[in-house]
Structure formats: C-alpha cells, structure tokens
C-alpha cells in the first residue's frame, strides 16, 4: 500500500508529503534563523551548560564560551542556507517530478546523520542523536516514498510514449 502505483490516492499523498517537506524546510530556516541570532540567549542556557561540562566539566571558561557561541551562530547561518537548498530541491523535484532530486536529498541525509550523531557522541553530546533521529524518521519515509512514486511514474510514461 505504501509503495502503491500513481492513482488519485497517491496523488493526493504526493502533495501532503511535499508539503511536509516544505514545512519541514521552513522549520530547518527558522531554526536556523534562532541559532543565528538567539544563540546567545538564555532560552539555550541549558544546553549551552551541557556542552560546557561536556568539554570542560563544569562552566566553560568565558573565552571558550565565547567561542561556543560564535561557532552556534555560524552554524544558524549555515542551516539556514541548507534550508533554502533544501526548498529548492523540493521545489525542483515537485515541478519536474524527479526522482533524482529526491535522491539527493536522501543521499544527503545519509551522509549527514551517521557522521552528525558520531561526532555529537564522542563528546557525549546525546541530545543530537535524538534530535538527528527525529530529523531522519521525518524526511526520509516521505522523501523514500516520493522517490520511489516519481521513478515509476516516469518509467511508466516511457514505456508508454
């Protein structure tokens, strides 16, 4: 049933699970947009503190802090232009119902989690391997889905044309 041929039920979820990935990378910006500009605030302390006994096992000394805060910030930024990347993909893979597009997003993902989660685990940073587990178990059913509807609804038109 997941995997069903192109019908009007298919089509229908085509369009949610597209729009799930939309939501998905808006939310990828506005966090991103958080990181950037709200890092530094106390609505992060928590896991600022937990970074700190991570690496220093008690507060980080200020300039260390500092430096922590610095590199939130740059990373913000750099999600936030995965996000738009990422809409774009979508964007192109919706429009020109594209298999590939939707491979490279899973391609993407699965480069990015594995080494994510093992690098957050050698500093015993275990909040991102919940937070990258929630990120897979989100984008890669619909996006494995969409992958698989579009490649057989082009190789259906193939042999058909």
Not at 107 to 129: K, R
Not at 135 to 156: C, E, G, K, N, T
């Amino acid at each position: 049933m997941l995997f069903a041929s192109p019908t009007k039920n298919s089509a229908t979820l085509r369009l949610w699970l597209i729009r799930w990935l939309y939501a998905a990378a808006i939310v990828h910006f506005l966090v991103g947009l958080v990181l950037a500009w709200l890092g530094h605030s106390t609505l992060f302390e928590g896991y600022l503190h937990g970074i700190d006994l991570s690496f220093w096992g008690e507060d980080a000394p200020a300039p260390a802090r500092a430096q922590q805060l610095w590199w939130i910030a740059l990373f913000g930024a750099t999600v936030q232009s995965f996000a738009l990347y990422m809409w774009a993909l979508i964007r192109l893979a919706d429009r020109h119902r594209s298999s590939t597009a939707w491979g490279w997003l899973i391609v993407g993902l699965i480069v990015w989690a594995p080494q994510d989660i093992a690098i957050s685990l050698q500093a015993d940073i275990w909040l991102h391997l919940w937070v990258d587990c929630l990120a897979l178990a989100s984008l890669l059913p619909p996006l494995i889905w969409l992958y698989r509807h579009d490649r057989a609804a082009a190789s259906a038109e193939s042999t058909c044309a």
